[in-house]
Nanobody, 119 residues
Framework: QVQLEESGGGLVQAGGSLRLSCASS????MGWFRQAPGKEREFVAA????????AYADSVEGRFTISRDNARNTMYLQMTNLKPEDSAVYYC????????????????WGQGTQVTVSS
């Protein structure tokens, strides 16, 4: 059983930045999804086991950067130029099929961390 724990969410003004972290108890492909009220959980970004391959949703490409430090078993999501539509609960995910960009591709989930972007 892989345990994932997110941190770093909060309230920020539009145009600002936040960095999310996800501590993992094991190494695998990892990624981020988000879910806004009344909407389905959606793919945000993924990173391969060794960090050599990344993928992003079109809505965050160029603004968000996913990275990982395997020595610390931690993954990061650096979010810049945040927009109100980025407001959501952000979930850390891990699984071998994460690059499918579907929730079915994740085997494990964190509890989520709230990101709120004010206009």
């Amino acid at each position: 059983q892989v345990q994932l724990e997110e941190s770093g969410g909060g309230l920020v003004q539009a145009g600002g930045s936040l960095r999310l972290s996800c501590a993992s108890s094991a190494l695998d492909n990892m990624g981020w999804f988000r879910q806004a009220p009344g909407k389905e959980r959606e793919f945000v970004a993924a990173i391969s086991l060794r960090g050599g391959i990344t993928a992003y949703a079109d809505s965050v490409e160029g603004r968000f950067t996913i990275s990982r430090d395997n020595a610390r078993n931690t993954m990061y999501l650096q979010m810049t130029n945040l927009k109100p539509e980025d407001s959501a609960v952000y979930y850390c995910a891990a699984g071998s099929r994460l690059f499918s960009r579907t929730i079915q591709g994740s085997d494990y989930w964190g509890q989520g961390t709230q990101v709120t972007v004010s206009s």
